[in-house]
């Protein structure tokens, strides 16, 4: 004969399978609406790359001496044009240098996207 000690046993193990088998389905309801869309953070390298090449060209300018600039900048395209292929990017880096400005085009493209920029930095 059982007694009440085994079929306290036999209700727990049943409510366990249950209550387990309650969250595995909730779980299939409720898991595709919990995943995280990392797609936008992976399509904005190009424009994070693009804008750093920006604002680095920026800081080349205001930082560099005068009489070294044509040749920071030189190296500085060199350097963001390889950088820019080796991630997959064909990156255009112009600029124009005078004596009071430095004008810098910009076209950066991707499978993508394509993004351009043509801005003007007043030398210090």
């Given at each position: 004969m059982?007694?009440?000690?085994?079929?306290?046993?036999?209700?727990?193990?049943?409510?366990?399978?249950?209550?387990?088998?309650?969250?595995?389905?909730?779980?299939?309801?409720?898991?595709?609406?919990a995943?995280?869309?990392?797609?936008?953070?992976?399509?904005?390298?190009?424009?994070?790359?693009?804008?750093?090449?920006?604002?680095?060209?920026?800081?080349?300018?205001?930082?560099?001496?005068?009489?070294?600039?044509?040749?920071?900048?030189?190296?500085?395209?060199?350097?963001?044009?390889?950088?820019?292929?080796?991630?997959?990017?064909?990156?255009?880096?112009?600029?124009?240098?005078?004596?009071?400005?430095?004008?810098?085009?910009?076209?950066l493209?991707?499978?993508?996207?394509?993004?351009?920029?043509?801005?003007?930095?007043?030398?210090?």
């Open positions: 059982l007694n009440s000690s085994s079929k306290k046993a036999q209700f727990f193990i049943l409510t366990t399978v249950v209550i387990v088998g309650v969250f595995y389905t909730l779980s299939k309801y409720i898991n595709p609406y995943f995280i869309d990392t797609s936008k953070a992976a399509s904005g390298s190009e424009t994070f790359f693009f804008d750093n090449v920006k604002e680095k060209a920026i800081e080349t300018v205001n930082i560099g001496y005068p009489d070294e600039l044509p040749s920071n900048l030189n190296q500085y395209k060199n350097f963001v044009e390889k950088m820019a292929s080796d991630k997959g990017y064909s990156l255009n880096f112009d600029f124009e240098n005078t004596t009071t400005t430095v004008d810098f085009h910009m076209v493209t991707s499978e993508r996207m394509t993004l351009k920029a043509d801005f003007t930095v007043y030398r210090p």
